[in-house]
């Protein structure tokens, strides 16, 4: 069995691989692409509409990244008890290879994940505290938010792999490891392109970037000029995401600043324009995360024992299936 350290990168010949694929996707079903994203982003916003506590916790890059690795870890003790269970030395010895942020940053995530109940703790009758886990609520909406990212990639190649997962809840821990671990191994996801980067690295970020995503008209892709999205105001994305107005005004004049937005009156008024730069990168880095997740739904259903977790998910974004990237 391989060590976890034997992969923990992606070598620059598999990170070569998941671009082109990421490419091939986007290249060869444009529109259509363009339109599951959607879709996709409308599924995600509801979620966070129906549990906003919760989906914060991956509303922005550094959340999603801490948030699925500790969801990772959960799983892969679940599956595969030998495995290292989810403690706080178990999160920072994950990041030891990947120095992304600090241990007090690590910790004060988990800290709060604790004490918002998304993880627990189980103790025993002596009193020591065995390691944590994920909450029922939360091992629930990982699920969904998986199962969102398997329709859309089901509605590009006539699969069947949303059903497959809801055939047995207990698939989404086999999925959901190797898929995060392929895209924390994958620096084209960890590192955004920079007019992505400008949203979700701010907080709920991701969430203001998936609201403009939702407005795109049908076919989007398909022309190579700025779109119209409407008229959208800075308050109206604030009271959905519980966000500061003012918050929202900086993360749009910002977006204005590099030419992404553009409003057809002053002071942010009138219709809003989203410009083609923005779209290409968005769909070319969301490319990366679909096609992770499409590896692990294949290597899960050829039948992956779970204690191989620790080795390969490095390599699940280059080992695309060829049906997922066919035109």
């Keep these: 069995m391989a060590e976890p350290c034997d992969m923990m990168a992606a070598d620059k010949t598999e990170t070569a691989k998941a671009g082109a694929s990421a490419h091939r996707l986007v290249a060869c079903d444009g529109p259509a692409f363009v339109d599951v994203l959607r879709e996709a982003a409308e599924k995600l916003l ?8 919760i989906v914060r916790y991956v509303a922005s890059m550094q959340k999603w990244l801490i948030t699925q690795t500790i ?30 942020y600090s241990r007090n ?18 103790r025993n009758g002596d009193g020591r505290v065995r390691p944590l886990f994920l909450s029922g609520e939360a091992e629930a909406l990982i699920g969904q938010w998986l199962a969102a990212h398997l329709s859309a990639l089901d509605r590009l190649d006539g699969g069947d792999s949303a059903s497959w997962l809801a055939a047995d809840p207990q698939r989404t821990g086999m ?22 980067d400008l949203f979700v690295r701010t907080e709920t970020g991701s969430n203001i970037l998936h609201d403009l ?74 490319a990366r995360k679909f096609l992770a997740i499409a590896a692990a739904c294949d290597r899960a259903r050829g039948g992956l024992h779970p204690e191989s977790y620790a080795g390969g998910q490095a390599r699940a974004a280059g080992a695309i299936a060829p049906d997922r990237v066919a035109s």
């Design 105 to 122: 940053t690590l910790i004060a995530h988990l800290a709060e994940m604790r004490a918002y109940g998304l993880v627990t703790e189980r």
């Design 213 to 286: 995503i939702c407005r795109l008209p049908s076919g989007a892709a398909s022309e190579d000029r700025p779109f119209c999205l409407g008229a959208l105001h800075a308050s109206e994305i604030s009271r959905r995401h519980t966000l500061s107005r003012g918050h929202v005004q900086r993360v749009f004049s910002r977006a204005r600043a590099e030419g992404l937005l553009v409003w057809s009156q002053s002071g942010n008024r009138g219709e809003l324009f989203v410009s083609q730069a923005l779209i290409r990168d968005y769909t070319a880095w969301q």
């Design 46 to 53: 509801a979620m966070h509409d129906r549990a906003p506590r």
């Design 175 to 196: 999925v959901q490891p190797l898929a995060a671990r392929s895209l924390l191994s994958d620096p084209g996801w960890v590192h955004p392109p920079a007019s992505v």
């Design 71 to 100: 969801i990772a870890l959960h799983f892969e003790h679940k599956l595969a008890p030998a495995r290292p269970p989810l403690t706080a030395t178990s999160l920072v010895g994950f990041f030891a290879e990947r120095p992304l």
